[in-house]
C-alpha cells in the first residue's frame, strides 16, 4: 500500500480504486470489524500510510480511514446536519463520502477540487468561483496542510460560508504542537515525507491551528467525540486512539 501512495498521485488512485474496490471488498468480508458509514463489515481492515503503516486503517469496501469513521459518527450522532435540507460545499471529496453525499436528495451539494476527478467545479481553494455567504456546511477535510497558503485559502472558506455555517476542517494536527512547523525550503520529496508525514505537505499544525481560523474571523475548537463512544465501538469502528474534530462557526 505504501509505495501505491508514493508512486501514484492522488487523482489516479482515484480513478484505479473505482474499477478494483468491488474485488478488493468481497476478498476481505467478515465480521471483525465494520464501516459505520455504509454498515459493511469485513474480516480485517487494510494497512496506511505514506510513511509508518497504520494497521488495520482503510475499509476495502468503501476507503474510509480512522479520520473518516470518527467523522461520520460525529455528522450522525451529535448535529442534525446529516438530515437537514442545507446547502453543502465539499472540498477535495473523498470517496467514501461523495457517492453517500450525492444521493442526498434534501442537500444542495457541490463538490470543488483543482484536480480530483470527483469534483464538479475545478476550482483553486485560494480562489473560489463562488458568491459570498453561500454554504450552510463546508467539509474541507485534510486539504489546508497542502496548501502553501493556508490563510488565504481559510479567508476563502470564511467568505462563502453563510452566517452562522459550519466549517469541518480535520488536518493531521500535533496536539503536542504548541506552534505550527513550516518550512518552505524543505522541498525533497522523502524529507517532506520524513518531516511533515507526507511528500505533499507544506507544515505539521500545531493547537495554534484553531487561532488561524480565529484570527480570519471563525470561532474554531477541536470536538473530542472519542469519549462519546464505547470501547467495543471503537475497536469494532477501528477508530483513532486520539483525535479531535476541528469545527469552525462563521
Same mark, same amino acid.
Given at each position: 500500500?505504501?509505495? @501505491?501512495?508514493?508512486?501514484?498521485?492522488?487523482?489516479?488512485?482515484?480513478?484505479?480504486?473505482?474499477?478494483?474496490?468491488?474485488?478488493?471488498?468481497?476478498?476481505?468480508? =467478515?465480521?471483525?470489524?465494520?464501516?459505520?458509514?455504509?454498515?459493511?463489515?469485513?474480516?480485517?481492515?487494510?494497512?496506511?500510510?505514506?510513511?509508518?503503516?497504520?494497521?488495520?486503517?482503510?475499509?476495502?469496501?468503501?476507503?474510509?480511514?480512522?479520520?473518516?469513521?470518527?467523522?461520520?459518527?460525529? @455528522?450522525?450522532?451529535?448535529?442534525?446536519? @446529516?438530515?437537514?435540507?442545507?446547502?453543502?460545499?465539499?472540498?477535495?471529496?473523498?470517496?467514501?463520502?461523495?457517492?453517500?453525499? #450525492?444521493?442526498?436528495?434534501?442537500?444542495?451539494?457541490?463538490?470543488?477540487?483543482?484536480?480530483?476527478?470527483?469534483?464538479?467545479?475545478?476550482?483553486?481553494?485560494?480562489?473560489?468561483?463562488?458568491?459570498?455567504?453561500?454554504?450552510?456546511?463546508?467539509?474541507?477535510?485534510?486539504?489546508?496542510?497542502?496548501?502553501?497558503?493556508?490563510?488565504?485559502?481559510?479567508?476563502?472558506?470564511?467568505?462563502?460560508?453563510?452566517?452562522?455555517?459550519?466549517?469541518?476542517?480535520?488536518?493531521?494536527?500535533?496536539?503536542?504542537?504548541?506552534?505550527?512547523?513550516?518550512?518552505?525550503?524543505?522541498?525533497?520529496?522523502?524529507?517532506?515525507? #520524513?518531516?511533515? =508525514?507526507?511528500?505533499?505537505?507544506?507544515?505539521?499544525?500545531?493547537?495554534?491551528?484553531?487561532?488561524? @481560523?480565529?484570527?480570519?474571523?471563525?470561532?474554531?475548537? =477541536?470536538?473530542?467525540?472519542?469519549?462519546?463512544?464505547?470501547?467495543?465501538?471503537?475497536?469494532?469502528?477501528?477508530?483513532?486512539?486520539?483525535?479531535?474534530?476541528?469545527?469552525?462557526?462563521?
Amino acid at each position: 500500500m505504501k509505495w @501505491l501512495l508514493n508512486l501514484f498521485p492522488r487523482p489516479w488512485l482515484i480513478r484505479l480504486s473505482i474499477w478494483f474496490r468491488p474485488l478488493i471488498k468481497l476478498y476481505y468480508s =467478515g465480521s471483525r470489524f465494520s464501516d459505520p458509514i455504509d454498515g459493511s463489515s469485513y474480516r480485517k481492515f487494510l494497512s496506511y500510510g505514506y510513511d509508518n503503516l497504520r494497521e488495520n486503517a482503510l475499509c476495502p469496501g468503501t476507503l474510509s480511514l480512522e479520520r473518516h469513521r470518527l467523522l461520520w459518527l460525529y @455528522l450522525e450522532r451529535e448535529t442534525s446536519f @446529516l438530515s437537514d435540507s442545507i446547502k453543502v460545499l465539499h472540498v477535495a471529496p473523498e470517496q467514501v463520502f461523495y457517492q453517500k453525499f #450525492k444521493s442526498f436528495s434534501h442537500w444542495k451539494y457541490t463538490t470543488t477540487d483543482l484536480h480530483s476527478p470527483l469534483a464538479d467545479v475545478k476550482a483553486d481553494i485560494c480562489a473560489l468561483p463562488f458568491k459570498d455567504n453561500s454554504y450552510d456546511l463546508i467539509l474541507c477535510n485534510h486539504v489546508l496542510e497542502h496548501i502553501p497558503n493556508d490563510r488565504k485559502a481559510m479567508s476563502e472558506l470564511y467568505r462563502v460560508l453563510k452566517k452562522g455555517g459550519t466549517l469541518v476542517a480535520q488536518v493531521p494536527l500535533d496536539e503536542n504542537r504548541t506552534a505550527t512547523f513550516e518550512d518552505d525550503s524543505i522541498i525533497d520529496r522523502k524529507e517532506r515525507t #520524513k518531516v511533515f =508525514g507526507q511528500y505533499d505537505h507544506v507544515r505539521v499544525y500545531g493547537t495554534d491551528f484553531y487561532s488561524r @481560523l480565529d484570527n480570519i474571523g471563525f470561532s474554531a475548537k =477541536g470536538i473530542d467525540f472519542l469519549p462519546h463512544l464505547s470501547t467495543e465501538e471503537r475497536k469494532r469502528f477501528a477508530l483513532p486512539k486520539s483525535e479531535k474534530i476541528p469545527i469552525a462557526i462563521k
